[in-house]
């Protein structure tokens, strides 16, 4: 009885939500790290699927990264980073599409599926729908300027393969690799594409789950919203780092082209995309313009 009134309590405080929600696009970027655990990953599925139910439109990107380390690892091959960013020469690059387009985004399209949803997977190269460039320049922490090889930046999102999607009830699943002006693969930062898809579709709110509580300041508290200002003055100093540079670049990217809200949020908790976006105190960290 106690779990029926809390969850009916629950449904309370989210139906104003579903309402002002129905019909509108949320991409949700499933970070790498967030998917290690099995019992948070069924909760995620759960969630995908629920916000499907309600009328909401979600649109999944995920990412991979420690699961291209394992490969790699069992492979042999040392890779390097750069500002969270893979260094991808062509043997990296064909097994990181493996893993991305193979295992990880069939892994995570049978995870929603088995929960009800309709997931269906797809990576830039389908359709071509993720155009993107070479990135040919990368400069390391000791000033050193190298090439990365295949990684990319997005110059096109075409949003019609998605449209389609959406409307016939699926769920899209998105590998983030990206295809460039000779049909040939590139290795994008999931965070990236995830706010290249968001801005292309002028998403209600972009949601990036990953590893941690949120964005952390400069006295090592996670904030509840952090402005565009600040996060630059953060990343100049240090204190953003790593894998949270692309993320909190690509929120500013994509609230700088109309995305109303971007979130950082903990994927490690359950139910982490309903709190986020059916609570009137939401979690993480919201990224604002001002
Ligand atoms: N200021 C910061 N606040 C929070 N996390 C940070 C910060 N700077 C660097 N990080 C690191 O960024 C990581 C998240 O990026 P990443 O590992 O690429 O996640 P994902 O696989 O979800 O994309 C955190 O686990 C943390 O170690
Ligand atoms: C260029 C680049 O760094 N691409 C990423 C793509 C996967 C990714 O972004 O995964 P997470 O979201 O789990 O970090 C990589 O090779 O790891």
């Given at each position: 009885?106690?779990?029926?009134i809390?969850?009916a309590?629950?449904?309370?405080?989210?139906?104003?939500?579903?309402?002002?929600?129905?019909?509108r696009?949320f991409?949700?970027?499933?970070?790498?790290?967030a998917?290690?655990?099995p019992?948070?990953?069924?909760?995620?599925?759960r969630?995908?699927?629920?916000m499907?139910?309600v009328?909401?439109?979600p649109?999944?990107v995920?990412?991979?990264?420690?699961?291209i380390d394992?490969m790699?690892?069992s492979?042999?091959?040392?890779?390097?980073r750069?500002?969270g960013?893979?260094?991808?020469?062509?043997?990296?690059?064909?097994?990181?599409?493996m893993?991305?387009g193979?295992?990880?985004?069939?892994?995570?399209?049978?995870?929603i599926?088995?929960h009800?949803?309709?997931?269906v997977?797809?990576?830039?190269?389908?359709?071509?729908?993720?155009?993107?460039e070479?990135?040919?320049?990368?400069r390391t922490?000791?000033?050193k300027?190298v090439?990365p090889?295949?990684v990319?930046r997005?110059?096109?999102?075409?949003?019609?393969?998605?449209?389609?999607l959406?409307?016939?009830?699926?769920?899209p699943?998105?590998?983030?690799v990206?295809?460039?002006?000779?049909?040939?693969?590139l290795?994008?930062?999931?965070?990236?594409?995830?706010?290249?898809i968001?801005?292309?579709?002028?998403?209600?709110?972009?949601?990036?789950?990953t590893?941690?509580?949120?964005?952390?300041?400069?006295?090592?508290n996670?904030a509840?919203?952090?402005?565009a200002?600040?996060?630059r003055?953060?990343?100049?100093t240090g204190?953003?780092?790593?894998?949270m540079?692309?993320k909190?670049?690509?929120?500013?990217?994509?609230?700088?082209?109309?995305v109303?809200?971007?979130?950082?949020?903990?994927?490690r908790?359950?139910?982490?995309?309903?709190?986020?976006?059916?609570?009137?105190?939401?979690i993480?960290?919201?990224?604002?313009?001002g």
């Amino acid at each position: 009885m106690q779990d029926l009134i809390h969850k009916a309590s629950i449904l309370h405080e989210a139906l104003p939500y579903i309402r002002r929600f129905h019909g509108r696009t949320f991409v949700i970027k499933y970070g790498g790290h967030a998917m290690t655990e099995p019992s948070l990953r069924d909760s995620f599925a759960r969630d995908v699927t629920l916000m499907k139910l309600v009328g909401l439109q979600p649109i999944v990107v995920h990412g991979g990264g420690p699961q291209i380390d394992e490969m790699l690892g069992s492979l042999g091959v040392v890779s390097e980073r750069i500002d969270g960013l893979r260094v991808t020469d062509e043997r990296t690059m064909d097994v990181v599409e493996m893993v991305l387009g193979g295992r990880v985004n069939q892994e995570i399209v049978t995870l929603i599926n088995n929960h009800g949803g309709r997931a269906v997977g797809l990576s830039g190269k389908d359709d071509a729908f993720l155009r993107g460039e070479r990135v040919t320049e990368m400069r390391t922490k000791s000033g050193k300027v190298v090439d990365p090889g295949r990684v990319g930046r997005i110059v096109e999102v075409k949003t019609r393969i998605l449209e389609h999607l959406v409307a016939g009830g699926f769920i899209p699943v998105v590998a983030p690799v990206a295809v460039d002006a000779e049909g040939r693969s590139l290795n994008v930062n999931a965070d990236t594409v995830a706010g290249a898809i968001a801005a292309a579709t002028k998403a209600e709110k972009l949601v990036l789950m990953t590893d941690i509580a949120g964005v952390k300041d400069e006295s090592g508290n996670v904030a509840s919203s952090m402005s565009a200002d600040h996060v630059r003055s953060l990343i100049d100093t240090g204190v953003i780092s790593g894998g949270m540079i692309p993320k909190v670049q690509c929120a500013l990217d994509a609230i700088a082209v109309g995305v109303k809200k971007c979130h950082v949020i903990d994927g490690r908790m359950q139910h982490a995309a309903l709190l986020e976006l059916f609570t009137d105190r939401g979690i993480g960290t919201e990224i604002t313009a001002g």
